[in-house]
T-cell receptor, first 112, second 110 residues
Protein backbone atom coordinates (compact mmCIF):
# COMPACT_ATOMS: atom_id res chain seq x y z
CA UNK A 1 0.00 0.00 0.00
CA UNK A 2 1.29 3.44 -0.96
CA UNK A 3 2.82 5.47 1.89
CA UNK A 4 3.42 9.19 1.55
CA UNK A 5 5.52 11.07 4.09
CA UNK A 6 6.11 14.80 4.28
CA UNK A 7 8.78 16.83 6.02
CA UNK A 8 9.12 19.04 7.89
CA UNK A 9 5.90 18.91 9.91
CA UNK A 10 5.99 22.68 10.21
CA UNK A 11 8.02 25.47 8.68
CA UNK A 12 8.36 29.14 9.56
CA UNK A 13 9.82 31.47 6.97
CA UNK A 14 10.24 35.18 6.53
CA UNK A 15 8.41 36.93 3.75
CA UNK A 16 10.57 36.83 0.64
CA UNK A 17 12.75 33.86 1.68
CA UNK A 18 12.54 30.56 -0.21
CA UNK A 19 10.44 27.82 1.41
CA UNK A 20 11.24 24.18 0.63
CA UNK A 21 8.99 21.21 1.40
CA UNK A 22 9.73 17.52 0.94
CA UNK A 23 7.64 14.45 0.15
CA UNK A 24 8.68 10.81 -0.16
CA UNK A 25 6.53 8.00 -1.49
CA UNK A 26 6.88 4.24 -1.32
CA UNK A 27 5.68 2.95 -4.68
CA UNK A 28 8.10 3.59 -7.51
CA UNK A 29 5.42 2.91 -10.14
CA UNK A 30 3.51 6.05 -9.09
CA UNK A 31 3.39 8.59 -11.87
CA UNK A 32 1.03 11.36 -10.79
CA UNK A 33 2.15 13.85 -8.15
CA UNK A 34 0.41 16.96 -6.92
CA UNK A 35 0.91 19.64 -4.34
CA UNK A 36 -2.18 21.15 -2.74
CA UNK A 37 -2.59 24.09 -0.40
CA UNK A 38 -5.26 24.10 2.31
CA UNK A 39 -6.14 27.24 4.19
CA UNK A 40 -7.85 26.74 7.53
CA UNK A 41 -11.42 25.42 7.20
CA UNK A 42 -11.28 25.58 3.42
CA UNK A 43 -10.98 23.12 0.57
CA UNK A 44 -7.84 22.09 -1.25
CA UNK A 45 -6.31 24.23 -3.98
CA UNK A 46 -4.04 22.44 -6.47
CA UNK A 47 -0.74 24.28 -6.90
CA UNK A 48 1.36 22.09 -9.17
CA UNK A 49 0.85 18.73 -10.92
CA UNK A 50 3.91 16.87 -12.15
CA UNK A 51 4.08 13.60 -14.06
CA UNK A 52 7.69 13.20 -15.22
CA UNK A 53 11.11 13.57 -13.63
CA UNK A 54 12.44 17.08 -13.53
CA UNK A 55 10.98 20.43 -12.68
CA UNK A 56 7.63 22.12 -13.21
CA UNK A 57 6.92 25.74 -12.38
CA UNK A 58 3.52 27.32 -11.77
CA UNK A 59 3.98 30.97 -10.84
CA UNK A 60 5.91 31.12 -7.55
CA UNK A 61 5.57 27.38 -6.97
CA UNK A 62 8.08 24.88 -8.40
CA UNK A 63 7.90 21.10 -8.02
CA UNK A 64 10.89 18.81 -8.49
CA UNK A 65 10.33 15.09 -9.09
CA UNK A 66 12.95 12.33 -8.79
CA UNK A 67 11.18 9.00 -9.06
CA UNK A 68 14.39 7.00 -8.67
CA UNK A 69 14.80 8.56 -5.21
CA UNK A 70 11.03 8.34 -4.51
CA UNK A 71 11.06 12.07 -3.81
CA UNK A 72 9.10 15.11 -4.86
CA UNK A 73 9.65 18.60 -3.46
CA UNK A 74 7.90 21.95 -3.56
CA UNK A 75 9.69 25.30 -3.49
CA UNK A 76 7.83 28.50 -2.83
CA UNK A 77 9.59 31.58 -4.19
CA UNK A 78 9.09 34.89 -2.36
CA UNK A 79 6.46 33.54 0.07
CA UNK A 80 3.87 35.97 1.36
CA UNK A 81 1.81 35.93 4.57
CA UNK A 82 -1.19 34.82 2.49
CA UNK A 83 0.77 31.63 1.69
CA UNK A 84 0.47 30.56 5.34
CA UNK A 85 -1.43 27.27 5.12
CA UNK A 86 -1.03 23.50 5.21
CA UNK A 87 0.65 22.07 2.13
CA UNK A 88 -0.30 18.53 1.13
CA UNK A 89 1.58 16.16 -1.16
CA UNK A 90 -0.64 13.73 -3.08
CA UNK A 91 0.38 10.71 -5.13
CA UNK A 92 -1.56 8.40 -7.41
CA UNK A 93 -0.80 5.34 -9.43
CA UNK A 94 -0.82 4.84 -13.19
CA UNK A 95 -4.47 5.70 -13.68
CA UNK A 96 -4.93 9.43 -13.15
CA UNK A 97 -8.57 8.87 -12.23
CA UNK A 98 -7.78 6.80 -9.17
CA UNK A 99 -8.04 8.32 -5.75
CA UNK A 100 -5.09 10.19 -4.32
CA UNK A 101 -2.91 9.14 -1.37
CA UNK A 102 -1.98 12.13 0.74
CA UNK A 103 0.77 12.86 3.24
CA UNK A 104 -0.01 14.41 6.61
CA UNK A 105 0.97 17.87 5.42
CA UNK A 106 3.46 20.60 6.24
CA UNK A 107 2.16 23.66 8.07
CA UNK A 108 3.84 26.76 6.64
CA UNK A 109 3.82 30.10 8.46
CA UNK A 110 5.09 33.18 6.66
CA UNK A 111 5.95 36.23 8.74
CA UNK A 112 6.45 39.77 7.41
CA UNK B 1 -17.42 27.78 -14.05
CA UNK B 2 -18.90 26.87 -10.67
CA UNK B 3 -16.73 24.77 -8.39
CA UNK B 4 -17.61 21.69 -6.36
CA UNK B 5 -20.31 22.53 -3.83
CA UNK B 6 -21.07 20.69 -0.62
CA UNK B 7 -23.70 20.96 2.06
CA UNK B 8 -24.05 21.32 4.92
CA UNK B 9 -20.79 23.08 5.80
CA UNK B 10 -20.98 22.02 9.44
CA UNK B 11 -22.78 19.28 11.39
CA UNK B 12 -22.81 18.44 15.09
CA UNK B 13 -24.33 15.16 16.25
CA UNK B 14 -24.66 12.96 19.27
CA UNK B 15 -23.26 9.44 18.96
CA UNK B 16 -25.80 7.13 17.37
CA UNK B 17 -27.42 9.76 15.18
CA UNK B 18 -27.43 9.63 11.38
CA UNK B 19 -26.21 12.32 8.99
CA UNK B 20 -26.08 12.85 5.22
CA UNK B 21 -23.65 14.95 3.20
CA UNK B 22 -24.44 16.21 -0.27
CA UNK B 23 -22.06 17.01 -3.13
CA UNK B 24 -22.64 18.74 -6.45
CA UNK B 25 -19.62 18.21 -8.75
CA UNK B 26 -18.36 20.45 -11.52
CA UNK B 27 -20.52 20.05 -14.61
CA UNK B 28 -19.09 17.51 -17.04
CA UNK B 29 -16.87 15.77 -14.50
CA UNK B 30 -17.48 12.03 -14.73
CA UNK B 31 -15.52 10.99 -11.64
CA UNK B 32 -16.53 11.89 -8.09
CA UNK B 33 -14.60 11.17 -4.89
CA UNK B 34 -15.36 11.28 -1.17
CA UNK B 35 -12.47 11.74 1.26
CA UNK B 36 -12.37 11.80 5.07
CA UNK B 37 -9.88 14.20 6.65
CA UNK B 38 -9.40 13.82 10.42
CA UNK B 39 -7.95 16.84 12.19
CA UNK B 40 -4.25 17.38 11.45
CA UNK B 41 -4.14 14.58 8.88
CA UNK B 42 -4.26 14.36 5.12
CA UNK B 43 -7.46 13.36 3.33
CA UNK B 44 -8.10 9.62 3.04
CA UNK B 45 -10.12 8.22 0.15
CA UNK B 46 -13.41 6.59 1.15
CA UNK B 47 -15.07 5.86 -2.18
CA UNK B 48 -15.12 7.03 -5.78
CA UNK B 49 -17.54 6.80 -8.69
CA UNK B 50 -17.28 7.00 -12.44
CA UNK B 51 -20.65 8.20 -13.60
CA UNK B 52 -23.13 6.27 -11.41
CA UNK B 53 -20.90 3.23 -10.85
CA UNK B 54 -18.85 2.65 -7.71
CA UNK B 55 -15.24 2.04 -8.78
CA UNK B 56 -13.63 1.57 -5.38
CA UNK B 57 -15.32 1.54 -1.98
CA UNK B 58 -12.77 -0.66 -0.22
CA UNK B 59 -11.98 2.04 2.38
CA UNK B 60 -15.63 2.79 3.17
CA UNK B 61 -16.72 1.39 6.58
CA UNK B 62 -19.62 -0.45 5.01
CA UNK B 63 -21.46 -1.25 8.19
CA UNK B 64 -22.28 2.41 8.85
CA UNK B 65 -21.27 4.41 5.77
CA UNK B 66 -23.00 4.41 2.40
CA UNK B 67 -22.57 6.50 -0.73
CA UNK B 68 -24.66 6.83 -3.88
CA UNK B 69 -24.53 8.75 -7.13
CA UNK B 70 -27.77 7.59 -8.79
CA UNK B 71 -27.75 9.73 -11.95
CA UNK B 72 -24.02 10.20 -12.30
CA UNK B 73 -24.17 13.80 -11.14
CA UNK B 74 -24.84 14.70 -7.48
CA UNK B 75 -23.79 12.34 -4.71
CA UNK B 76 -24.80 11.66 -1.12
CA UNK B 77 -22.63 10.19 1.63
CA UNK B 78 -24.52 8.92 4.66
CA UNK B 79 -23.35 7.83 8.09
CA UNK B 80 -25.72 5.69 10.11
CA UNK B 81 -25.17 5.65 13.86
CA UNK B 82 -22.25 8.07 13.99
CA UNK B 83 -19.33 7.50 16.40
CA UNK B 84 -16.93 9.98 17.97
CA UNK B 85 -14.20 8.55 15.74
CA UNK B 86 -16.12 9.81 12.69
CA UNK B 87 -15.30 13.40 13.70
CA UNK B 88 -13.54 14.80 10.63
CA UNK B 89 -13.98 16.97 7.57
CA UNK B 90 -15.62 15.17 4.65
CA UNK B 91 -14.35 16.39 1.30
CA UNK B 92 -15.89 15.81 -2.09
CA UNK B 93 -13.84 16.12 -5.26
CA UNK B 94 -14.64 15.74 -8.95
CA UNK B 95 -12.51 15.32 -12.04
CA UNK B 96 -12.20 14.74 -15.73
CA UNK B 97 -8.40 14.81 -15.38
CA UNK B 98 -7.40 17.02 -12.42
CA UNK B 99 -9.26 16.62 -9.10
CA UNK B 100 -11.02 19.73 -7.81
CA UNK B 101 -12.14 19.77 -4.20
CA UNK B 102 -15.17 21.27 -2.52
CA UNK B 103 -14.97 23.22 0.77
CA UNK B 104 -15.88 20.17 2.85
CA UNK B 105 -18.35 19.40 5.61
CA UNK B 106 -16.92 19.59 9.10
CA UNK B 107 -18.54 16.89 11.27
CA UNK B 108 -18.32 16.79 15.06
CA UNK B 109 -19.73 13.77 16.88
CA UNK B 110 -20.17 14.36 20.61
Amino acid sequence: QQKVQQSPESLTVSEGAMASLNCTFSDGTSNNFRWYRQHSAKGLEVLVSIFSDGEKEEGRFTAHLNRANLHVSLHIREPQPSDSAVYLCAVSMRNYAQGLTFGLGTRVSVFP
Amino acid sequence: EAGVTQSPRYAVLQEGQAVSFWCDPISGHDTLYWYQQPRDQGPQLLVYFRDEAVIDNSQLPSDRFSAVRPKGTNSTLKIQSAKQGDTATYLCASSRYEQYFGPGTRLTVL
